[in-house]
């Protein structure tokens, strides 16, 4: 089996005003949409950012992997970091940690890695799950993503009017969790912090453990605040909380909270690749990391980070940012695989009214998603949807993830400066 072309659509898709540290998400996020086409007349689909930086990597990378074995993942590693050389490294939205070289190339990897995975299975007639070595769990969990939200927020363009009204104090974040739980059934809650100051935040979180008290909790404010500030609130929810994400920032700064809280420190931003992860445990500042195949190198590299996770006695979870059913597909694939992964995974799905998938193949139960049994990743695109999705991305006037300037629209003497608190 040999490639013979990719097509790389970028498309925008609906999204809600959600809140966090920088500001506000826009009304449309962005994502690429890879279709990798063989002589078999396979396509394997992959899914990543959408930004101008990634696509462009994008762009440079696929014309090079024509005649490539969707099996040879060694080889399709090698013309990426052929092609990419020491590009310098992808500007990111700040919430996933600094961009490097080693984040530029595992990010672009991983694109395409996704859709090998997925001609592998469609060739062989097997769920990705299975090359991945089997089935751990029939059913990933998944955990409520609760944000922070303004029923409407009006800068230009305008957002779509969202089903989840407004959410800027704890009645408004109890009454999401609700819907949260009664329509997708999630066993945890995750709350997006950085909003509110941060032992607000603590009182939102202790609201949320009166409602729901046996619904492991989790509190992320993306490095919003101080180490003392980090330290007072794991003080205030000592016992509350599941973990705390990313209270402060660096891998020194939260080694400085760890000595001091009782409850474990998660990351998906100061251990965003394997080059974090010596200092890290040196430092012993993180007791769970955050993995994430868009930006860890896809599956395999993923796997490896679930190895290390083990060798040192570090929890593993995994990190969401808004995305479609193709990403979706992939992370119950490889957390169907990963024994390792005993924290319920992070999505955004709840938010999204819009996909490029067919529908009716991903859904959820008690809050996890079923590891699909049919070959690849076990998602069809829907054209005419990926149509509309790109004429969205072409109409959306913007094609870099940013939500500080949707938040000036609001706010002119908006300052996204951390630590905030
Ligand atoms: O756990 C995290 O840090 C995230 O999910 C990062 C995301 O970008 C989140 O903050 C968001 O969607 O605004
Ligand atoms: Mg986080």
Redesign the pocket.
Same mark, same amino acid.
């Given at each position: 089996m040999k490639i013979t072309e990719i097509v790389i659509t970028p498309i925008a898709m609906k999204d809600p005003p &959600?809140? @966090?540290?920088?500001g506000v =998400?826009q009304p449309y996020a962005l994502r690429s949409i890879l279709q990798v086409r063989t002589d078999d007349g396979l396509t394997g689909l992959g899914e990543t950012y959408g930004d101008r930086a990634i696509l462009t990597a994008l762009r440079a990378v696929a014309p090079r992997l024509t005649g490539l074995d969707p099996f040879d993942l060694n080889g399709l590693e090698r013309i990426i970091g052929h092609t990419l050389g020491s590009a310098a490294g992808l500007a990111t =939205?700040g &919430?996933?940690g600094e961009a490097s070289d080693e984040k530029t190339l595992a990010t672009v990897l991983s694109a395409f890695e996704i859709a090998c995975w997925d001609l592998q299975g469609r060739a062989l007639k097997r769920p990705v799950v299975e090359l991945l070595g089997g089935k751990v769990r029939d059913a990933v969990p998944y955990s409520g993503?609760l944000?922070f939200k303004p029923a409407a927020h009006t800068p230009s363009p305008p957002y779509e009017t969202d089903r989840w009204g407004e959410a800027m104090d704890a009645e408004g974040i109890v009454a999401q969790a609700r819907r949260m739980v009664d329509e997708y059934g999630f066993k945890s809650l995750?709350l997006?912090g950085g909003v509110l100051p941060a032992l607000d935040e603590a009182d939102v979180i202790l609201a949320l453990r009166d409602a729901f008290p046996d619904h492991p909790l989790r509190l /992320?404010p @993306?490095a919003g605040w101080t180490v003392a500030t980090s330290i007072a609130v794991g003080h205030k929810l000592d016992g509350v909380l599941e973990y705390l994400? /990313?209270p402060t920032a660096g891998i020194s700064g939260m080694a400085a909270v760890a000595r001091e809280v009782s409850m474990p420190l998660a990351t998906?931003?100061c251990v965003t690749a394997f080059s974090h992860l010596p200092p890290a445990v040196r430092e012993n500042a993180v007791q769970v990391v &955050?993995s994430d195949h868009h930006f860890w190198g896809g599956l395999r590299r993923s796997r490896e980070l679930a190895a290390i996770c083990r060798t040192f006695g570090i929890g593993l979870s995994m990190? !969401?940012? !808004?995305h479609l059913g193709i990403s979706l597909a992939a992370m119950t694939h490889l957390a169907g695989a990963t024994p390792e992964l005993t924290y319920d995974c992070?999505t =955004?799905y709840p938010y999204l009214v819009e996909d490029v998938v067919q529908e009716g193949v991903l859904s959820f139960t008690d809050g996890a998603v079923r590891v699909p049994s049919t070959p690849g990743l076990g998602v069809d695109l829907d054209l005419d949807s990926l149509a509309r999705l790109a004429e969205q991305y072409e109409k959306c006037g913007f094609d870099t993830r940013d /939500?500080v300037t949707p938040m000036l629209a609001v706010d002119p003497a908006w300052d996204p400066v951390v630590p905030r608190w």
């Open positions: &959600l809140r @966090n540290i920088q =998400h =939205h &919430l996933v993503y944000f995750k997006k /992320d @993306n994400e /990313d998906n931003m &955050l990190h !969401s940012n !808004s992070d =955004h /939500d």
